[in-house]
């Protein structure tokens, strides 16, 4: 199947504000396998497609900045052989859906900490990022081995080996541009599919005002029309960081 597939429905959301970056855990794709008395690594894979149609949804609409969470910190504690099919899975997928990123003017980044992957495996993402890095559609990022714990020390270890005189005294403005994900705005939208409400150590520092939607659909189910009906309650939420309606309204 084709990393970019589409369904004939087309969205409501266009007449509304439509998220410049969009957050996901995908969620749910053992439970989802598990059900239907299959391995949990096929519902991984058939996780791969819900990803292909959010990509196409979020090329399709606008969105800017599209990132997801691939595999946590925290993941390594699974089994053994899951963990083995994740990084294969992953290595599968930059090995072949790079060139048809290029085509369709997407940018790949990968962020988290890359000391436990494989020659092989870093060597395809240098590969992948390097052939990706003049595209200036869609920015992908896939968060692997990722953890927002680990992502706000590595920031403040760098601010430090850079600026060892801020020690004593140090704003968040100084330690956004050591952020992992410092190319971009923080998240919009948040997105977290399978039935659980937390997010899990994603993005900790980013998501300080993104909307949060959870559905109980498992990620393989995931797909073009729920994306649509996420932008929707997106569409219909207040976002006053910090402010009140009357200040809102005295602002249009």
């Given amino acids: 199947m084709a990393l970019f597939s589409r369904e004939r429905e087309e969205p409501n959301i266009l007449n509304g504000k439509i998220p ?4 996901v855990i995908m969620d749910g794709n053992g439970r989802w396998a598990k059900q239907r008395l299959m391995p949990r690594v096929f519902g991984h894979k058939k996780g791969v497609d819900s990803l292909r149609e959010v990509i196409t949804a979020c090329k399709d609409w606008g969105v ?27 290595l599968q997928v930059l090995q072949s859906e790079v060139e048809r990123m290029c085509r369709n003017n997407i940018q790949l980044k990968i962020i988290g900490n890359r000391s436990h ?52 005294s140090f704003s968040e403005a100084d330690i956004q541009p050591y952020l992992a994900m410092a190319y971009a705005p923080d998240p919009d939208l948040f997105i977290r599919t399978g039935g659980e409400q937390r ?25 073009r029309t729920p994306l649509n009906d996420a932008i929707a309650w997106f569409q219909g939420r207040e976002r006053r960081f910090g402010r009140i309606s009357e200040q809102l309204d005295s602002a249009k």
């Fill in 20 to 23: 410049r970056h969009i957050a």
């Fill in 64 to 90: 800017q900045y599209l990132t997801v969470f691939a595999f946590s910190s925290e993941n390594w504690r699974r089994p053994a052989d899951e963990v083995t099919f994740l990084m294969g899975l992953f």
């Fill in 117 to 168: 992957f494989s020659t092989e495996l870093l060597a395809m993402i240098a590969d992948a990022e390097e052939k990706t890095a003049a595209n200036t559609g869609l920015v992908l990022t896939i968060a692997a081995d990722y953890g927002g714990h680990w992502d706000i020390v590595q920031a403040t270890q760098q601010l430090l080996k850079a600026q060892p005189e801020l020690i004593s």
């Fill in 199 to 223: 997010i899990s150590n994603f993005l900790l520092w980013q998501l300080a005002y993104t909307e949060l939607y959870f559905t109980d659909l498992p990620w393989p189910d995931f797909g």
